[in-house]
């Protein structure tokens, strides 16, 4: 595992991860739960760097059922899903706290929002450069590479760390 930057702190049988641990990807992400045959088995939950976590019953490594909590408190419903569908686009703290006033729009779900650095995109979990194609997190960890249908989907939608003029511009 140190070859690929994890790590296991836990139970073992014949020199496998199995019976309870915690198991730490190099993204820090990390999962605390039942293991069998080094895969995740039972009750495990998975707890991301950005704070979000996935509680769920793992059979042999792949989750049968199980709930995903936003780092900000929001509860994943596939069923009944009222958080910013079609028709209401407000942010979560919106939705608990209030709007802004007139005047004053709030970018993020985070508020004041996150500063992205120049020449960086703010892709939901760190910042994309968009020049190498890698994403590093907040903290400006190394993350992951981005592929072609990655980086076309981050050019395209996230925020940019600089301003850039849109609309009619005349001619010179």
């Not at 704070?51 to 069923?79: I, P, Q, R």
Request: proline content about 4%.
């Amino acid at each position: 595992m140190e070859y690929i930057g994890s790590s296991y702190e836990g139970e073992h049988k014949n020199n496998r991860m199995e019976g309870r641990g915690t198991y730490t990807f190099p993204t820090e992400t990390r999962y605390e739960g039942e293991m069998k045959d080094g895969m995740f088995h039972g009750k495990g939950t998975v707890y991301f760097s950005n704070g979000s976590k996935f509680e769920a019953v793992w059979d042999h490594g792949l989750a049968k059922e199980g709930k995903l909590t936003f780092a900000d408190g929001l509860e994943y419903k596939e069923e009944d899903w009222e958080y910013c569908d079609g028709y209401d686009r407000r942010f979560y703290t919106e939705m608990c706290h209030g709007l802004k006033p007139a005047g004053r729009s709030q970018l993020t779900d985070l508020d004041p929002p996150r500063k992205i650095p120049q020449g960086y995109y703010d892709c939901g979990d760190g910042f994309y450069d968009p020049k190498t194609r890698i994403v590093s997190d907040y903290n400006h960890k190394f993350l992951r590479n981005a592929d072609d249908d990655e980086h076309e989907w981050i050019v395209r939608t996230c925020r940019k760390g600089w301003d850039q003029i849109t609309g009619y511009q005349p001619r010179k």
